[in-house]
């Protein structure tokens, strides 16, 4: 298969584009970095575009022409980013988006489209607290693709510009389907972690998730910031798993997946983000610390210090893949633990056996 990767060499795009040429597929990447593939580059059968889709004019339509299927993984996807530059999120999130969708409608290519967990915003329990009998049921954060209502806050938290701009997109594919003309399928994913996933505080990227923030505090001894007492949840997945998953889709046997949104995730991998920190410090103790190295602290830290104003949170969100599990056999094998300690060994022992941590941490 001829697949076009828009995003393909990003955390989630490295390691599908590893599976998808594995596999004997043929990829052509379009993205502005190529480091995370580098292993790839020599093979005749992967195409690097290196290109800034915002660029006017730059060759969308002939690469799409040529693919068998379109992936598109392009977005600015990290909190910080929704907060210090909301309009360059929502352009790239739904302008840069709706072209890929609108060049897949008028050549007539099938598209999968990554949009996120966070389209679901936030919980009932999160308003509805004194009304509901069991609030901390994981039914009330248990999240199915067709029936599960969305809910945002308000547009003063400009955090949900980046949900609103996805889920707009989605709409819109979805009536492009109703109209016959797009061949879709959605995707939106739980809180991938992993080897490669993008990494350190820097000028340009802001600050990361948490997985890498908490990642830097162990590997610099600087604190865990826990935003608002670190209550929240959520709930982890090996990218390996997730790729597994995505390579069904890909693959879409009997076209089951035409037309249908599918969440990817662990809804057995839940932690708090309190919890998380303590796990992760946890691991590093046992693993890797040299035992005179200090250890990060748990800090408690206000959203509005950390993110600064316009940030808010989804509370909780736990995938239901009964779908995934039904109609593509999907379930994810790792375990919260084996997750996290996956995840964080790359970093580990790529600092002790191939590059200085210094710039190991700029990649
Ligand atoms: C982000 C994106 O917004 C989603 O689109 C994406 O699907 C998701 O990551 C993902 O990885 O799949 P979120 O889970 O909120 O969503 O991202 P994080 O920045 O990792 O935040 C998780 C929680 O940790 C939040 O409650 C945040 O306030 C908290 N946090 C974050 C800390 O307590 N400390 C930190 O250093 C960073």
Redesign the pocket.
């Known amino acids: 298969m001829k697949v076009l990767s828009l995003g393909g060499a990003g955390f989630i795009g490295s390691h599908l584009t590893a599976r998808l040429l594995q596999e004997g597929h043929t990829v052509t990447v379009v993205d502005q970095e190529n480091d995370k593939i580098q292993e790839w580059l020599s093979l005749d059968r992967l195409k690097v575009v290196k290109e800034d889709i915002r660029r006017p004019d730059w060759g969308l339509v002939e690469l799409v022409q040529d693919a068998n299927v379109v992936i598109d993984l392009i977005?600015y996807?990290?909190?910080?980013l929704?907060i210090k530059m909301p309009m360059e999120v929502f352009r790239l999130n739904f302008n840069e988006n709706l072209k890929i969708a609108e060049a897949c409608v008028k050549l007539k290519k099938r598209l999968i489209q990554f949009s996120?967990?966070?389209v679901y915003g936030k919980t009932p329990a999160s308003f509805l607290n004194g009304y509901l009998a069991n609030p901390g049921d994981s039914m009330h954060a248990t999240f199915s693709e067709d029936t599960t209502n969305l809910i945002m806050g308000p547009v003063g938290k400009h955090?949900w510009i980046?949900?609103s701009a996805?889920q707009l997109l989605e709409r819109v594919l979805h009536a492009y389907g109703l109209e016959g003309h797009l061949n879709y399928t959605i995707i939106?994913?739980?809180?991938?972690?992993g080897p490669k996933?993008d990494y350190l505080p820097s000028e340009k990227e802001g600050?990361?998730?948490?997985?890498?923030?908490?990642l830097q505090?162990l590997m610099n001894g600087s604190p865990?910031?826990?935003?608002?007492g670190?209550h929240?949840q959520?709930a982890y997945?090996f990218i390996d798993d997730a790729v597994d998953c995505i390579m069904r889709i890909i693959e879409n046997r009997d076209a089951v997946c035409e037309k249908q949104i599918f969440n990817i995730g662990s809804p057995a991998n839940e932690i708090s983000?309190?919890e998380?920190?303590v796990k992760m410090r946890d691991i590093y103790k046992r693993r890797w610390w040299d035992g005179v190295s200090p250890l990060p602290e748990i800090v408690n830290?206000s959203?509005k210090d950390?993110?600064g104003v316009g940030?808010d949170?989804?509370?909780r969100?736990i995938p239901d893949i009964t779908k995934a599990t039904m109609l593509l056999g999907w379930r994810p094998r790792l375990n919260l633990d084996d997750t996290i300690e996956n995840s964080m060994e790359y970093w580990f022992e790529r600092q002790e056996h191939e590059i200085p941590l210094k710039d190991a941490a700029l990649r």
């Open positions: 977005a996807a990290n909190p910080s929704y996120t967990c966070e955090r980046y949900a996805k939106r994913p739980f809180n991938f972690i996933i600050i990361p998730r948490v997985f890498s923030n908490f505090a865990m910031y826990l935003v608002d670190g929240h959520r997945t983000v309190r998380l920190a830290i959203a950390f993110y940030y949170d989804s509370d969100r």
